[in-house]
């Protein structure tokens, strides 16, 4: 598994996923990213793990240059997967919305969410209209599902 960190040149792979989802705005919220990495580890995953954020963890608001990133490796990622497990005021995940919706008509996410997330019920709406299915509520399953 090779981790590309958004603070690096965007690697170009057959197999790679892109991981979705809020960023916690303070060091002592837990970030579900290091989760989703120790997982697809655990499922022996061979592919690209794109991941929006610099590899140092720091948070720049408003940094051009990793939005471009994100595009980039959204665009070239076989999988998006959206994991949202939203809160206030720590984890919102607005940016995440966008996103969301801008990829939704792709055929290429999978998306979940813890069920004590706060408001998603709208992305569970259209998860379930644009791809007949249920939201995942667990990161394990969304993600082996994601390698399939």
């Known amino acids: 598994m090779k981790l590309n960190y958004s603070d690096q040149k965007i690697e170009i792979g057959k197999e790679s996923i892109f991981l979705a989802g809020p960023i ?4 002592e919220v837990k970030n579900w990213k290091e989760d989703a990495i120790k997982y697809l580890e655990i499922l022996k995953y061979d592919g ?12 720049v608001e408003g940094d051009l240059d990793e939005t471009n990133w994100e595009i980039n490796a959204m665009t070239n990622a076989k999988k998006i997967v959206f ?3 939203r809160r206030f005021p720590d984890m919102l995940g607005l940016t995440t919305n966008i996103e969301f919706g801008m990829w939704l008509s792709s055929s ?3 998306y979940g969410r813890p069920d004590d997330s706060y408001m998603n019920e709208y992305l569970d709406l259209m998860y379930e209209k644009y ?3 249920k939201p995942y509520n667990d990161l394990y399953e969304l993600l082996k599902d994601a390698i399939k």
């Open 83 to 85: 994991w949202i497990p």
């Open 48 to 59: 690209i793990v794109y991941i929006p954020e610099k590899q140092n963890k720091k948070v």
């Open 131 to 133: 791809y007949n299915k």
């Open 24 to 27: 916690p705005r303070k060091n």
């Open 108 to 110: 290429k996410i999978l």
